[in-house]
């Protein structure tokens, strides 16, 4: 029998008519006799709440933590309220959503009795775990209302991770042994479990996250352990795109990607899938389909193992963050390398990524990305670590900290290509270009710009892409 894992989004689940969407795929897919199991996101924005919820806590502001835990409760009560369900089934929920609102104000007024400078990444990723708990908890009690066996669980109790809070990496070997006792037996009754995504537990029982968009990599993690056929994941776009549809209007959907390439549009910045979900898929040759929730008849993207002998063309075109540092010497960088990954992993809770270092007689250049899963504010938050890490090196000579874009060309076999190489530094005719460099990969180009070249940059490379085709 088929195994299929679906992996619903926050915007998949924030309203009646979007849960009837939900509801309707998976019954479909349910008669077809499969095993299924869904991994299930919170809903649009609640995580960003929360999150702000820990940060007014740790300030002592109850009032504040206060009126989003009312706002939070409002929102999920509506949405119960408005859904075909028994009584029974909606008293139950309505006590859930009290229950774990009542968990996180718990959590938060014991911070608030203790306030410091910092939050401690412990507490926020316990607060922000309530998001996925209480959006499984009412997709499960709608497919019960509609005669599936649907279980809301917890991946606390299946997913166990190391201790980097906001950014864990899974135990596969000890995350399998679990799945395999306790969700294997219920995909053979026919049970549909409903699995929070983006959380884990580390061995001794402390809540971790796994990083915005972590919710893929919960689905791809699960996926391996029980030896899934297919992976599917639900959202608002029509597939992955050759360039992101909100800064590029002229973004089309790709029909087809490797493995390799969806995991470089992915690193790069492609926000759709999270960065890590790939290997784990890729390594059980697991196939894995991006699709719309709200168009479910068309096919979307289907990503795979390559083609040994596929043509060589340029696919997409990603734009993500960075960070540029110049340092007025040569030779060992090895004391810069350590400093950026300390301050990386205080800030952001991993260390650094080089995207590309190159030297001169007299000069270094190091550029290094931010990756999407750390957020928006993130640049701005590491840029200033790093100047204070620095400034605190009087031995340094001069140095300077920018902020830059990364634009990354993905295609297959591109190093057999180097006209097209050319053809996109043509196309940049005009855009300063600090760096650049082709991935081992043999999938990608990157091409360091300023920031405020980034959007202009991102288009024409689009074009290019466009034209070549």
Known sequence: MKTLIMKFGGLSLGTPAALAQVLSIVLHEHQQNKRLLLVISALDGVTDMLLEAAYLAQVSNPRGYRRIAATLRTRHMALVEQLPLSTDERTSLLADIDRLLFEMLDICQNVANMPSDTLSPVVSDKIASIGERLAARIVAGLL???KLRGVAIDSTELIITDQTHGNATPNLERTTARVQEHLVPMLDRQIIPVVTGFIGTT??????????GGSDYTASILASCIHADEVWIWSD???MMSADPREVSSAQTIPNLSYDEVAELSYFGARILHPRMIRPLQEKHIALYVKNVFKPQLVGTRIHDAVEAAPTRLKAVTSIQGISLNVQRSG???????????VFAETI???????ISAQSSNETFLCFVIPTSAGMEAVDSVRQALHEAFSAQPQLPKWTLKPMSVLTVIGENLDDAPHLLATLLMCLDGVRLFALAQAPSRCSISFVVAAQDGKRALKQLH???LKSE
Not at 203 to 212: D, E, H, I, K, N
Not at 334 to 339: A, I, K, S
């Open 144 to 146: 019960r209302q509609n």
């Open 203 to 212: 061995p001794s029982g402390v809540v971790t996250t796994m990083g915005r």
């Open 237 to 239: 776009v029509d597939g």
């Open 332 to 342: 060992d960088i090895t004391d810069l390398v350590q400093t950026v990954n300390r």
């Open 349 to 355: 809770g991993s260390g650094a990524d080089v995207m």
């Open 463 to 465: 074009d290019a892409i």
